[in-house]
């Protein structure tokens, strides 16, 4: 690729971040190949159709492919540019050890059609030193390439870190207007990497080296996660001793220099619910702050479980309604979501008891299998449940007036109705 000539880019992976960058970037008018192991995903997005729930970016898939500059498949192919964006969880060891699998596989897949001068760009989470990790793997595959940082002279393969940083619900403008942080093995991968991501980012791009851009993402995540952490503990202490938290965390918050956040059921998603622990395994005699924030945070889930199992043994006769199942309001995505844990958790318990209310979804996730319980909407659950779990604070619920409310048993966990004490 020469001059002004726009890339052509490859994308691997078309889940929550992957498919609007995919998106973004073709709207941009670089031609852009998804890649996604999923053959739904690869033929809804071929239809112009989307998997998953986001502001606008159904239309902006659909203009995309129907201009030709979006196209999917199961194969990698060549390109000028490759985005990783491949899920990074953990290991199934019980540890929350890292797993790079994801990332190391699509790695030596990109390998296969690498061509001089191409660039490689990993967006993943990851822990410090995989973007390294992931030079090497392509090193292994192709020894007749000569990569950054390894040998002398100009490498013929550039290779970048450079994490997304967006919020469910606003990802596509966030994609384009907030700051990036390009992370390059070399000074000359980073310089490769700002020239593509200042076609389609109108925030500032900063360039350094890839292992502080790794950890630049984990440590925005952690630091969002201990101010959490924060707001549970306090809100399990005023618990304990008859308190209002609301209340507390108002007034406390009139301080010039206090800004504590909103306490809820715990954390969830997979970036705060995960990326502090990647910190931890990389030094875990140092992270004692981030560890305990992750500690605290999960204690809250349980928390929340055992005040809604003591609600529903003392109101044996009343179906229980638990509102929302999403990790944050106003999206579709349940993963790590304390809302589904404990939802499920009473499921499991109470069976036909428990009414589910979840607008952004068509049926029950698989841990509900076999529960009895049932998913219903918000005018159903009033109607029939004598107690009222909110787990999320979707707008859906936020609306439903006190005199809908009046009777009924209510555990507010995310403060939506400041009535309820």
């Not at 009473?346 to 428990?354: H, I, M, P, Q, T």
Request: with cysteine; proline share 6%; charged share 25%.
């Amino acid at each position: 690729m020469r001059g002004d000539m726009k890339p052509d880019v490859c994308v691997i992976g078309l889940g929550y971040i992957g498919l609007p960058t995919a998106a973004v970037i073709a709207r941009a008018g670089c031609p852009v190949h998804g890649v996604d192991v999923a053959q739904g995903v690869v033929d809804t997005i071929n239809r112009g159709e989307i998997h998953i729930e986001e502001v606008d970016l159904d239309g902006l898939v659909q203009a995309v492919v129907q201009r030709g500059l979006l196209k999917a498949s199961t194969e990698v192919a060549s390109a000028d540019v490759f985005v990783i964006a491949v899920p990074t969880p953990f290991a199934k060891d019980g540890n929350h050890t890292p797993d790079t699998s994801y990332v190391m596989a699509a790695a030596r897949k990109v390998a296969q059609v690498l061509k001089q001068g191409d660039t490689v760009i990993l967006e993943s989470t990851s822990p410090v030193g995989t973007t390294e990790a992931v030079r090497d793997a392509i090193a292994a595959v192709r020894p007749d390439l000569v990569m950054p940082g390894i040998a002398e002279g100009r490498p013929d393969i550039s290779i970048a870190y450079c994490p997304e940083r967006v919020l469910p619900g606003k990802i596509l403008e966030e994609l384009t207007h907030n700051d990036r942080s390009i992370g390059g093995i070399t000074p000359r991968c980073a310089r490769k990497a700002l020239a593509f991501y200042k076609r389609f980012v109108k925030g500032e791009c900063v360039t350094t080296d890839a292992r502080s851009a790794e950890m630049t993402k984990l440590v925005e995540n952690a630091f969002r996660d201990v101010n959490i952490a924060f707001a549970n503990e306090l809100s399990m202490i005023a618990d304990r001793q008859g308190l209002d938290v609301w209340e507390v965390i108002r007034l406390a918050n009139r301080h010039p220099r206090v800004n504590i956040l909103t306490p809820g059921p715990g954390v969830g998603g997979h970036c705060i619910a995960v990326d502090p622990w990647f910190i931890v395994h990389g030094a875990p005699e140092e992270a004692r702050i981030i560890r305990q924030a992750r500690e605290t945070n999960d204690m809250k889930m349980h928390h929340v479980l055992a005040r809604a199992r003591a609600l529903a043994e003392a109101n044996p006769s009343e179906k229980i309604a638990c509102l929302g199942l999403a990790f944050k309001a106003n999206i579709d995505d349940f993963r790590e979501s304390p809302a589904r844990y404990v939802a499920a958790s009473l499921a499991r318990e109470y069976g036909d008891r428990v009414c589910i209310v979840e607008p952004y979804a068509g049926e029950l996730p698989q841990e509900f299998a076999g529960t009895n319980a049932e998913l219903v909407d918000i005018d159903t659950a009033l109607e029939e449940c004598g107690v009222l779990i909110a787990l999320v604070d979707h707008d859906v619920f936020k609306v439903i007036p006190a005199e809908e409310r009046q009777g009924r048993i209510i555990y507010d966990t995310r403060g939506i109705w400041p009535d309820v004490a």
